[in-house]
C-alpha cells in the first residue's frame, strides 16, 4: 500500500472476503485501507473485529488508537492503548501516539510521561518534541519547552 493503490487493495480484499469470509489478515488490512482514505468508522469496525480474536495485537491498537483520535475520541484511545503500553518497548510511534491521546483527554502528567520517552526513542522526531513542549508548557516548565519547541 506504499503506492497508495487503494481501490486495487479493496478490491483484492472484497474477492477475499467472498472466498474466505471473515478472513482476519484481510480484516486487518481492510481497515488499515479504510483509515488511510478516511473512511475512519469502517476502520474502526474492522480493527474492533479484528481485536475480538487478538486482543493483544500491538498493531492493530496502535491503529484503532490512532482511528479514535481522528475521530475525536481521545479518552476511548487511551482506553485502547493503555493495554499495551506496559510491552511498548523500543516503540517510539506507540508512546508518541498515547501521549496524544492522554494529552487531548486532559491527562497532562501521563502524557508528558509517554511523550518524554518517545523523545528519548526518536530525538529526531519534531512533531513529538512539538507535543511534548506543549505539555512541558502547559505545565509551567517554560525553558524546557522552549528547548523542545527549538
Do not use: C
Not at 503506492?3 to 472484497?14: F, G, I, P, T
Not at 469470509?21 to 473512511?39: N, Y
Request: charged share 20%; no cysteine; net charge positive.
Amino acid at each position: 500500500m506504499q503506492d497508495q493503490k487503494y481501490d486495487q487493495a479493496s478490491e483484492y480484499l472484497a474477492n477475499l472476503f467472498r472466498a474466505i469470509p471473515g478472513h482476519l489478515a484481510g480484516i486487518q488490512l481492510i481497515g488499515t485501507v479504510h483509515f488511510s482514505t478516511g473512511q475512519l468508522e469502517q476502520a474502526q469496525n474492522a480493527y474492533v473485529k479484528y481485536l475480538e480474536t487478538f486482543p493483544g495485537d500491538v498493531y492493530t491498537r496502535k491503529m484503532l488508537g490512532a482511528t479514535l483520535l481522528r475521530k475525536g475520541q481521545p479518552q476511548s484511545a487511551v482506553t485502547v492503548l493503555e493495554p499495551i503500553m506496559a510491552r511498548a518497548g523500543r516503540d517510539a510511534g506507540l508512546y508518541a501516539l498515547a501521549g496524544r491521546a492522554y494529552w487531548l483527554s486532559g491527562q497532562s502528567a501521563k502524557a508528558r510521561q509517554f511523550l518524554e520517552k518517545a523523545v528519548e526513542l526518536d530525538p529526531e522526531n519534531a512533531a513529538t518534541r512539538t507535543s511534548l513542549g506543549l505539555t512541558r508548557y502547559a505545565a509551567g516548565d517554560r525553558s524546557r519547552a522552549m528547548s523542545d519547541f527549538e
